[in-house]
């Protein structure tokens, strides 16, 4: 014996293709890429124009701003990886010498 689907599946399952193919469409369509591309730029803009703004206030107030932290962090980054190369670098000269003996 054949089961059915449950009434609510079947409700579902009808809006998902009149609503789907719609918004299928939409998002495959140059408007939406124009758009989405001009969103991305509107956001990058604001964005920038509000981290401008709150730096100056942060730096008037001499404490650090967003970005200050950001760059500190970057730098710390570079100098865990540098003292990684070097420890490897004096291990690697250790067990020369090691083996020299």
Do not use: C
């Given at each position: 014996m054949?089961?059915?689907?449950?009434?609510?599946l079947d409700?579902v399952?009808?809006?998902?293709?009149?609503?789907?193919?719609?918004?299928?469409?939409?998002?495959h369509?140059d408007?939406?890429?124009?758009?989405?591309?001009?969103?991305?730029?509107?956001?990058?803009?604001?964005?920038?124009?509000v981290?401008?703004i709150?730096?100056?206030?942060?730096?008037l107030?001499?404490?650090p701003?967003?970005?200050d932290?950001?760059?500190?962090?970057?730098?710390?980054?570079?100098m865990?990886?540098r003292?990684?190369?070097l420890s490897?670098?004096?291990?690697?000269?250790r067990?020369?010498?090691?083996?020299?003996?």
């Amino acid at each position: 014996m054949a089961t059915r689907t449950p009434l609510w599946l079947d409700v579902v399952l009808r809006a998902e293709r009149l609503v789907g193919s719609r918004v299928e469409g939409a998002v495959h369509s140059d408007t939406y890429f124009d758009l989405v591309a001009e969103l991305n730029r509107t956001k990058a803009f604001l964005t920038g124009t509000v981290e401008g703004i709150s730096k100056r206030l942060w730096h008037l107030a001499n404490l650090p701003a967003g970005t200050d932290l950001r760059r500190v962090r970057e730098q710390l980054s570079r100098m865990e990886r540098r003292l990684v190369e070097l420890s490897k670098e004096l291990d690697e000269q250790r067990e020369a010498l090691e083996a020299e003996r």
